[in-house]
Each structure stands twice: as C-alpha cells, then as structure tokens.
C-alpha cells in the first residue's frame, strides 16, 4: 500500500477531484454528440435538409 | 488532400472520425504509463509526497493557458477571416480550456495548504489565473447566452485577444512581482531545476494531458459542427413553413 503521509487527504481530494472534472467533460461531449446526432437524424426523417445538401442533390 | 482542404467542415468531420479512436487509445495508454510513474515517484525532500499534486497542477496550468492560446489564434480566424471552422474551434475549446485552469486552481488550493500553511493568496501568480478562469467564464457566457450566434462569437473572439494579454502577465508574474508561488522551475534559463525522477512522471503527465485535451477539442468541434448543422436544418424548415402558410 502507497504511504501517502500525513497529507494524504489533500493528495487523494487532488486526484479525486481532477478526475471528476475530466469525467464530467467527457460525459457532456458524449451526451452532446448522441443528442446532435438524434436530432439531425429526426429532421433527415422528416426530410429536412441543409441548402448544402441541395446544391449537390443528395 | 491540402491542408486548406481540411478547413472544409465535412471533410474535416471525416478526419476527426478517422483520429479520434488512435487519439484516444494513445491519451488512454499515456495516462496508465504517466499514473504509473507519478505513484511511484519519489517524495520530495521538503514537500513529502505532496509533490503528487504537482503532476496534476503543473499540465492543468500549461493546458489553461494553451487552451486560451489556442482560443486567440482561432479569435483570428473569426475576426480577420470570418472562417467559421476558427469559430467553432474557439467555442470549443472553451470549456475545455476553463475546466483545466479549475482543476490547476483547485489542485494548487489543496497543495498550498499544506506546503504553505494556506489555501490561498492574493499574489500575482494566483490572481491571475484566477483572471484567467474568469475570463474563460465570459467567454462561455457570452458564447452560450447571445441571441445571435454571430454577434456572439465575434463579441467572444474580441474578449479572446484582449484576455490574451494576460498570458504573458501570468508567465512572468513570479519573475515581475514578489510571490509566494515559486518562480519557474521547468521552462527557464539553464534548464529544470526539478530532479529527474520527478521531472519525467510531469512530463509524461504534461503530454498525456495535452493529448487529452485535443482529443476533447476534437470531439466538442465535431459536437459544435453538428450543432450548428441542427440550427440551420431548423432554419429551413421554419422558411419552408412560413413560405408555405404565405
């Protein structure tokens, strides 16, 4: 077992706390991306399109 | 394929999906090997094994500031060249850049009290990335909060350059003013002044952090890409609508 010494609790609150804030980051982008990609898919649906997709016929 | 091609959204919508798994698999491994090394690293002979905290804190300083660099030159990109690629690459990085100067702030609170006998100071160094985490915050609000997406990037790209000044402020401030925070101690003239079997874990940890942030760059510009796709999807159909009930 790691000896942390008398100042563990402020090591283990450092590593805790950054690895929460990272997590929280990566689930937000997660959770967007899925949400932007249901949504795009219900307009593509609903046959929605962007003018872009227009110009080239597709 | 140019590189210019590549400000193209689509194509570069194409690349991301190619990068991001290899981008990932590579953050993953640096992190077992750069966790690996700061554990056993040994303590330090004045700090104890405080000196953990500093492999967080240190890469948490470097990508809050590479972050908001990063943010001035896309700031560029939208203001001189109205591309809008810079301005999804300033938006995202936003709240990437602001959540590694938290971590460097919080990290640096929780190594200060027990190597300085307090959480915090009012000194150069510290009061200026906390400027710092403020500004990141205006740029959020003014991103996430205007009415007119446009209005609102160039209003963001126009606080970026200004915010840039603090960059340097933060860079030199041990070196102008007399602080608590140390002066420093990796990149300065005469090379490190950390010993090798703390500096390597740092740097590995400086590089898997940086990977880190890319990859999170990469997948939020993709996010904002999609994003602005829904809004304009959205916008012709509302056209459509009214063209029709007309």
Redo the contacts between chains.
């Keep these: 077992m ?7 609790d ?2 283990v ?3 805790a ?2 690895a929460f ?2 997590a ?3 689930a ?3 959770l ?2 899925s949400a ?2 249901r ?2 898919g219900d ?1 593509e649906e ?1 046959g ?4 872009s997709q227009r110009k080239n016929g597709t | 394929m140019a590189v210019i091609d590549l400000a193209n959204p689509t194509r570069f919508l194409t690349l991301v999906n190619r990068v991001l798994p290899w981008l990932i698999a590579a953050t993953v491994a640096l992190f077992a090997v750069g966790l690996y090394h700061a ?1 056993n690293a040994p ?1 330090d002979y004045q700090q ?3 000196v ?2 500093m492999f ?2 240190v890469p ?1 300083a470097w990508l809050g500031m590479m972050g908001w660099g990063l943010m001035s030159v896309a700031a560029l990109g939208t203001l001189v060249w109205r591309h809008p690629l810079a301005d999804v690459a300033g938006k995202a990085a936003a ?2 850049g602001a ?1 590694f100067t ?2 460097c702030l ?2 640096g609170s ?2 200060g ?2 190597t300085w006998g307090t959480y915090w100071v009012w000194d150069a160094r510290l009061t200026s990335v906390l400027v710092l985490f403020l500004l990141y915050l205006g740029v959020l609000a003014l991103y996430w909060t205007a009415e007119d997406p446009g209005r609102g990037s160039r209003a963001a790209a126009v606080l970026t350059l200004v915010g840039a000044v603090n960059l340097p402020i933060i860079k030199f401030s041990v070196d102008w003013w007399n602080t608590l925070h140390q002066p420093a101690s990796i990149l300065r003239m005469g090379g490190a002044a950390i010993d090798p079997s703390i500096l390597w874990p740092l740097l590995i940890m400086a590089v898997a952090f940086t990977f ?1 942030f890319f990859t ?1 760059h990469l ?2 510009m ?2 904002e890409i ?2 602005r ?2 809004r ?3 916008l ?2 509302a056209r459509e609508l009214a063209e029709a009930s007309a």
């Design positions: 790691m000896n942390l010494g008398p100042h563990a402020f090591i609150a450092s590593y706390l950054t804030v990272i929280a980051l990566i937000w982008i997660v967007d991306y932007q990609r949504i795009l307009l609903r929605v399109t962007r003018r | 554990m303590d104890g094994a405080t953990k905290i967080l804190h948490g709240p990437i959540a938290f971590i919080v990290t929780l190594w009290r027990p880190l999170l997948a939020a993709r996010n999609l994003r796709r829904v304009s999807m959205r012709m159909q």
